[in-house]
């Protein structure tokens, strides 16, 4: 399956992604609690950043736009988009050290959690993403009222995921025993990990929760069109890699390693 410009065709493949990523992600809950293969559930994942990175987070155009003239707006968004994934690739290193902490500390075990929430959460991400992808495609196609409503039900989707994690993920972990301190040489460490990985990542959800504003905000009044919208497309960018990250965490923390604790 190859990108496209043409905006139903765009809309229809968004659709098509977002199934392969759902299926895959029940695909990866069932290996998960079936057989508990961790090279599986590690191909799996890739599997969904690649269609991530490719599909929403449109990785290729990162060859469009850096070449003519310099004062043109093609030229600017090109190296605006560069400057924006170099953000995100310093960004990913954060996320990769609380990763190999968990792996370090935790190796081939993982903390109690509730497996239901974890998937619910998760595919909430899944959803806002998809949601994320359609209000994109919209202004790119001059269409502001698709993107509005698109954006509201991303920011409503986003905002039900951090409430998930946050407001009950998190005492739930805690009535577990799951404590963020080293000093319980039985829980501690678990904890820890859990807390700094699901907080980082909370706290980029949040950031991207302002970000959805101010774009909606922008097109409301009329700031974006077809030909000029890099505020949404740096938005919709930055959101998916919320996604992507999580799409690493939800195995790591909830799937990956022997229950205990």
Do not use: C
């Amino acid at each position: 399956m190859s990108h496209t410009q043409d905006k139903s065709s765009a809309l229809a493949q968004g659709v098509v992604i977002f199934v392969y990523l759902a299926l895959l992600t029940a695909l990866e809950y069932f290996v998960a609690v079936t057989f508990d293969a961790v090279s599986i559930l590690v191909v799996i994942a890739v599997i969904k950043l690649a269609l991530v990175m490719y599909y929403y987070m449109h990785i290729y155009k990162l060859n469009e736009g850096a070449e003519g003239d310099q004062h043109s707006y093609e030229y600017k968004t090109g190296t605006m988009r560069l400057g924006l994934w170099l953000f995100l690739l310093s960004d990913a290193f954060v996320f990769a050290g609380l990763l190999t902490t968990r792996i370090n500390l935790l190796g081939l075990t993982r903390p109690h959690l509730n497996q239901l929430l974890g998937l619910g959460v998760t595919s909430v991400l899944l959803l806002s993403s998809f949601f994320m992808n359609r209000g994109e495609t919209a202004m790119a196609h001059g269409d502001k009222k698709g993107f509005m409503n698109n954006t509201i039900i991303t920011f409503v989707l986003g905002l039900g995921f951090l409430f998930g994690v946050v407001l009950v993920e998190w005492p739930l972990a805690a009535k577990e025993g799951l404590v963020a301190s080293f000093g319980d040489p039985a829980n501690g460490p678990m904890g820890a990990v859990f807390y700094m990985m699901t907080g980082m990542h909370a706290f980029h959800v949040l950031t991207g929760l302002i970000f959805l504003a101010v774009v909606w905000n922008n097109a409301r009044k009329g700031v974006y069109s077809a030909e000029k919208h890099w505020g949404v497309e740096a938005a919709a960018v930055y959101w998916h890699f919320v996604d992507l990250v999580w799409i690493i965490f939800y195995p790591a923390l909830y799937l990956i390693g022997k229950l205990i604790g």
